[in-house]
């Protein structure tokens, strides 16, 4: 199965009901699958006039209490900027696939790249926080759009699943669960206000239809979710929570995967450049060598890069000029240094054996 | 062990759809790992197109294929541009009334569009018949695993024309 396809079925299995998109290259195959499959699950595709429209469209399931997403590249991906702002604002629970390919503008159509993984922490205006998972295989495709929805649901947030045009056009085996769990978010609880975060941060959810009447805004808001768009502090304890609410739980949303904790040298990947910091290790074996391979890059689980005390040098492969690797730079004292790559192609081997050698 | 098979055509010959089928063989029916990759661009009709696919017994790390050991090339476009740096350990299965450059490694020489066109009537199957013939003369997937996985992936009501082609590529590639 592609990746694009296994998306979508992620997607479905995590229950998800509709899909507001406008196709694009490499990410198109998603929402065909989507088109095809979403009417006989009692579910809607809509394509939407742009990506601006598709958000605002996704946004909008969500309200109803259905679980909704988009599937976009490069410009799309862009184009739906403000709205993810007001999603996050709104804490409207939704998955934004980015099928990421080379950029900027419009690019390389059909080439990969991670170029996009500071704007989806930082392409809307304002502060904010947001979840986003790598996967670098047709099964995480799978699994890590499923995770995608829980995630949102969880913490009222939009997530995204940045992908690339290697994962999202390859094709692997996929094994495909009987069920996917699908939590829903907490309920409004009966007295309770739309926009109160209580210990956690989180409101209750009372999507439209629910019964209970709430106002949603982009403005800064008060607990009950009208707007007070003067008053510094309501602004500050609205935004320190939407702020914290994800990054207070990143011990709990990270996922990764670490190898060889007493390591010198430590990889620090997320999505295919995995693959062949894998393929090297496999080829050979040495302990001095580590690997740590986010799944989680967004909020950064900082607290992963302590996993090996004995580290002197991290490298960081990734097909960009260097984005997340400012990330590791300011967590830890060692040298960080980035292995970039642009112009679609994945890092081979032989290139990250050139590079170890070089900085070991 | 790792095979890396790189399939080359002209855009409408079914390159890409070979590949496909190739690791559906492997990693539904053969009980291997397989990964599917393939050059998207604006090839889709006429130039040269390119699918390739990594097989392997244990799990697939690094998914692109950098050396392929094994070639299936159906255009002489898809050889200039795909086969013509194959790697002297190579083999190469080349369709040969289309192809008319030589490799420096083995190579098979195998009629599939002249085969599809004459013996079996539709020229549309010569890419069955050279997955047919890639079976046998290297062996990277089973005969059964290779029926199974043609059999999911061809329109209904073209079955038998497929199995033949199949088959027919079995006997050619025996002979190679």
């Not at chain 1, 709205?83 to 080439?111: D, F, H, K, L, W």
């Not at chain 1, 900082?302 to 990734?318: D, G, H, I, Q, S």
């Not at chain 2, 291997?32 to 130039?47: H, I, L, N, W």
């Not at chain 2, 541009?81 to 350990?89: L, M, P, S, T």
Request: with cysteine; glycine share 10%; aromatic share 8%.
């Amino acid at each position: 199965m592609q990746g694009n396809a296994a998306c979508a079925e992620g997607a479905l299995a995590a229950g998800c009901r509709f899909f507001g998109g406008y196709p694009i290259t490499p990410s198109t195959e998603i929402a065909e699958a989507m088109a095809r499959r979403l009417p006989k699950a009692g579910g809607v595709f809509i394509s939407m006039e742009d990506e601006l429209a598709s958000i605002a469209a996704v946004i909008g399931a969500a309200w109803t209490g259905t679980r909704a997403m988009t599937a976009t590249s490069g410009p799309g991906f862009s184009l739906m900027m403000e709205n993810i702002g007001y999603a996050a604002m709104t804490e409207t629970p939704c998955v934004i696939v980015n099928i990421q390919r080379g950029g900027p503008s419009t690019g390389q159509p059909t080439r990969a790249a991670q170029g996009d993984m500071l704007q989806c922490r930082f392409g809307s205006h304002g502060d904010y926080s947001t979840i986003a998972l790598t996967p670098n295989s047709v099964q995480e495709m799978f699994d890590l759009t499923a995770k995608a929805f829980d995630l949102a649901d969880r913490y009222r947030v939009p997530t995204f699943v940045m992908s690339d045009e290697i994962v999202g056009h390859m094709r692997e085996r996929v094994t495909i669960p009987d069920a996917v769990e699908a939590g829903r978010p907490r309920p409004l609880a009966e007295g309770a206000l739309p926009f109160e975060g209580g210990d956690d941060g989180i409101p209750g959810f009372a999507p439209f239809g629910s019964g209970r009447a709430v106002h949603v805004s982009g403005l800064t808001h008060d607990e009950r979710g009208y707007p007070d768009t003067t008053d510094p502090e309501a602004h500050d304890r609205l935004v320190r929570r939407l702020v914290a609410k994800v990054e207070s739980a990143r011990r709990d949303i990270a996922d990764y995967e670490a190898v060889n904790p007493d390591a010198e040298t430590v990889f620090v990947t997320y999505g295919p450049p995995s693959r062949t910091v894998e393929q090297v290790m496999r080829d050979r074996p040495d302990e001095s060598i580590g690997h740590l391979r986010l799944r989680v890059v967004w909020p950064f689980p900082e607290f992963a890069l302590k996993v090996f005390p004995n580290a002197r040098t991290f490298l960081m492969p990734e097909l960009n000029m260097g984005q997340m690797v400012r990330e590791v730079q300011r967590h830890v004292d060692q040298p960080v240094i980035s292995i970039p790559k642009i112009g679609g192609e994945l890092h081979t081997p032989t290139e990250l054996v050139r590079a170890l050698e070089a900085y070991r | 062990m790792r095979h890396e098979i790189r399939f080359s055509g002209y855009g409408g010959q079914g390159v890409l759809l070979s590949a496909v089928i190739l690791g559906r063989a492997a990693a539904l029916y053969d009980d291997k790992y397989a990964v599917q990759t393939q050059v998207y661009g604006p090839e889709a009709r006429g130039g040269a197109s390119m699918g390739q696919v990594v097989i392997d017994d244990e799990p697939i790390l690094y998914p692109e294929v950098t050396e392929p050991d094994i070639f299936v090339i159906m255009s002489q476009q898809g050889f200039e541009k795909y086969g013509i740096r194959a790697g002297k350990d190579a083999v190469m299965l080349l369709d040969a009334d289309l192809v008319r450059s030589r490799p420096d490694c083995r190579y098979y020489e195998i009629p599939a569009t002249s085969e599809a066109k004459g013996t079996l009537g539709r020229e549309i199957v010569a890419n069955i018949v050279m997955i047919g013939a890639l079976v046998t003369a290297t062996g990277v997937v089973s005969r059964e695993a290779i029926e199974r996985a043609v059999l999911d992936s061809v329109p209904k009501g073209t079955e038998e024309l497929n199995v033949k082609a199949l088959k027919r590529g079995f006997e050619l590639g025996e002979r190679a």
